[in-house]
């Protein structure tokens, strides 16, 4: 069973930093595609970040500037650098993988609070 571990959540200041974190179980390598989504309470999930299997990254409207996606095969593990927060980035933040076979997984869900 693969697997998808996030960490780094939390709760924060508007205009301060964090950083996410989400190790799969096996080896990043295998995941084409990997991503970060979020959930606001009412809302749908919705996209934040996709980075492709060669590193590019591109975000959604909202976080342009903010928000850095990264992965590093040889440490496994995906990062999402989130800077400049703002109190609606506050929702549970999820990664998402996608491996080679075309099979998606989820992370457990990560609560980033962000206070005025």
């Known amino acids: 069973q693969v697997q998808l571990v996030e960490s780094g959540g939390g709760l924060v200041q508007a205009g301060g930093s964090l950083r996410l974190s989400c190790v799969p179980s096996?080896?990043?390598?295998?995941?084409?595609?990997l991503g970060w989504y979020r959930q606001a309470p009412g809302k749908e999930r919705e996209f934040v970040a996709f980075?492709?299997?060669?590193?590019?990254?591109n975000y959604a409207e909202a976080v342009v500037g903010r928000f850095f996606g990264s992965r590093d095969n040889s440490k496994n593990i995906l990062l999402l650098q989130m800077n400049d927060v703002k109190v609606e980035d506050t929702a549970v933040y999820y990664c998402n993988g996608v491996r080679d076979t075309g099979k998606g997984y989820w992370g457990q869900g990560n609560q980033v609070t962000v206070s005025s």
């Open positions: 096996g080896s990043l390598s295998t995941f084409v595609n």
């Open positions: 980075i492709s299997s060669s590193g590019t990254a």
